[in-house]
């Protein structure tokens, strides 16, 4: 009969459970479970894989550029985020109500780091999450638009509940690629969470992007619902070349 069970299992798709059936039978018996708590037993483990599934496939998907951690952040010798600071935001609160954050300061000061560290946290929690650098994100949209399907990309980074486009600021952006990114922040604005850095301040987006009225436009949007961190320093990179 266990054969059976294993192959109905599957057929159910609780590939989980079919694995798993001998040892969840031998510790119903050994433990003398209810029937109730033998099958509560049984989907909880279930979920459990499933749930670690979904976020191993979820990681997979939001392409980040290494795993960082708020464990190897070194809060001494950045002040602007603190351990508390962290705890908070990792009830994602913030999430949940669609803000964003924006990381903002000199290179080196561990913006991309904390975006990073926040967004696995994120994607650990079950969030769907995608990071982008901001020459990335341009390269996509703009081919895209080639392919006339940017209607249908949009729709596709909607579907991520948070979106980090890390690096604005560092290189100019053509007048096209400014509107096509003007269309991607009004599609996300007040439905998804959006975290940025950037090495300028706003006042500064403007030559970045090249036109003050898109900019005008953008920053309206994003900063709606937001909450900025000025980060400042030394660069981390530098840490310990300049002593003596
Ligand atoms: P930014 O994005 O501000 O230019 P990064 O986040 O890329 O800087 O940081 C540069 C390097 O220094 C990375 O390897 C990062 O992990 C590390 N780093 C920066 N700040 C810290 C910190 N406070 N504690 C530990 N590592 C840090
Ligand atoms: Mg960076």
Same mark, same amino acid.
């Given at each position: ?28 018996? /050994?433990?003398? @479970? ?5 099958? #509560?037993?049984?989907?909880?483990? $279930?979920?459990? &894989? ?100 940017? /209607?249908?990309? @949009? ?5 991520? #509940?948070?979106?980090?486009?890390? $690096?604005?600021? &560092? ?74």
């Amino acid at each position: 009969m266990i054969n059976r069970v294993k192959e109905n299992l599957k057929r159910v798709r609780c590939y989980h459970s079919a694995t798993l059936l001998d040892s969840t039978i031998s510790h119903a018996q /050994k433990e003398e @479970l209810s029937y109730l708590a033998f099958l #509560d037993y049984f989907l909880e483990q $279930e979920c459990h &894989y499933r749930n670690q599934t979904s976020i191993n496939r979820n990681i997979k998907a939001c392409h980040l550029p290494n795993i960082k951690t708020f464990d190897d952040f070194d809060f001494k010798y950045q002040h602007a985020v603190s351990k508390r600071t962290i705890a908070e935001w990792k009830t994602f609160d913030w999430l949940d109500k669609r803000e964003n954050k924006i990381f903002m300061g000199p290179p080196g000061v561990g913006k991309t780091h904390v975006a990073i560290a926040l967004s696995y946290e994120a994607l650990k929690t079950g969030y769907k999450v995608i990071f982008f650098t901001m020459n990335k994100l341009i390269d996509e949209m703009l081919l895209a638009a080639y392919n006339n399907e940017f /209607k249908k990309w @949009l729709k596709k980074i909607s579907k991520f #509940d948070l979106i980090i486009i890390d $690096e604005i600021g &560092y290189l100019p952006i053509k007048q096209e690629s400014s509107n096509l990114f003007f269309q991607l922040i009004s599609e996300l604005y007040e439905f998804r969470s959006i975290i940025l850095t950037s090495n300028k301040l706003f006042k500064e987006w403007g030559s970045a992007f090249g036109d003050s009225v898109i900019t005008t436009a953008i920053l309206d949007r994003i900063l709606h619902y937001s909450e900025t961190i000025i980060m400042n320093g030394d660069s981390y990179r530098m840490k310990g070349k300049n002593k003596k």
